[in-house]
């Protein structure tokens, strides 16, 4: 009886914990502001510092998403926008309706894997098979992205 009673309490703990995993990651998860970011080291050997960009990626509440870049002292520009829509526990596909930076993207539904890293940072990859001028280049980007969130207090620093 003693065994049969502390089989079901560990299958129910490991059940709970494949939930739990399970449930990590949502729709919700990704939307919001998220900022690329790049690791920066004088050491080889290690990745670094993660420091912030000027880009930014919006993914809206309703199923759109929006690639901008700050340009300094000049200002913002929209380099890329579409639809997306999380298509597997550790992806979501973007359907590209616009695309300054890979026009090769244009029209074409874009898959995303990505890797919740904890810390609200987000490892992003994903596969381009040409390049602007057709050519192929058969390709794997990878891309570091930040969660952008509102501060308790406004800072005193803060330049506008």
Known sequence: MKRRVLFIVMAMFLLSGFCRVAAQTTAEDLKGVWQMCF???????????????????ILSDDGKFTNMTVIPNKGAIIIGSGTYKLTAPNAFTEHVEKNLHLPQLVGVDNVLEFEMKGDGVMMVKFFVKKDAEGNEINSWYYETWKKVLMPAVYPKDLVR
């Open 39 to 57: 690791y920066m080291s004088s050491d080889p050997t290690v990745p670094g510092e993660l420091k912030p960009s000027n880009s930014f990626k």
